[in-house]
């Protein structure tokens, strides 16, 4: 039922302001011959490029028409993660994260020494294809989160974490050897056939 007078309310309203912005034509007084004259003219077709204006409203050109608002998303800082401490670990844990740090600097060190032999080998004139090096680097960023992780878990969710971790390696270590047998095969001397 509060929809029926909202709607009629409205309606009414439209009306009320559309009777403002068109004032209601005059008649006109009987002629001579006893008819009344048409006060309104005949419509012409509209050659109006804004073709829903009314006569009344003024063309705009496109340096008129002003652009809509751009809204911006509101982008709120992700909360700080709070480590969880050494004292919450177990030995097994602790050990594990050491072990996997000091595994992951020696990746990381091998990995930079590669990418200087490639650099070299690529400023002396020679074709090189990146595929390895990204590869070997994106594996390496992948550990480096994995690890990072391992700060922010509970002792409960760390043997989840801990496959994840070992696969990330495991992929890390096979990209290294993949890069290093490339960067070796364009060290070698070719001999010619």
Do not use: C
């Not at 005059?26 to 804004?50: C, F, K, L």
């Not at 097994?92 to 490639?118: H, P, S, V, W």
């Amino acid at each position: 039922m509060k929809f029926l007078y909202t709607a009629l309310i409205a309606l009414s309203l439209s009306h009320l302001g559309a009777a403002q912005t068109n004032p209601t034509p005059e008649v006109a007084a009987p002629n001579q011959t006893g008819t009344r004259a048409n006060p309104t003219p005949t419509p012409t077709p509209n050659t109006n490029p804004n073709a829903n204006s009314t006569p009344n409203d003024p063309v705009k050109t496109d340096s008129q028409v002003t652009p809509q608002a751009v809204t911006t998303p509101i982008i709120r800082p992700e909360p700080t993660p709070i480590p969880v401490p050494a004292t919450a670990k177990t030995g097994d844990q602790i050990g594990y994260e050491d072990q996997m740090q000091i595994r992951f600097d020696e990746a990381a060190k091998t990995l930079k020494d590669l990418q200087t032999r490639l650099e070299t080998y690529e400023k002396s004139g020679h074709d090189i294809s990146l595929n390895q090096l990204q590869t070997a680097q994106g594996n390496r960023s992948v550990t480096r989160t994995k690890l990072k992780q391992l700060k922010f878990i509970t002792p409960s969710q760390w043997s989840s974490l801990q496959s994840g971790i070992d696969k990330a390696f495991s992929n890390l270590d096979s990209s290294i050897v993949t890069l290093k047998s490339y960067v070796e095969s364009l060290e070698k001397p070719r001999t010619a056939p």
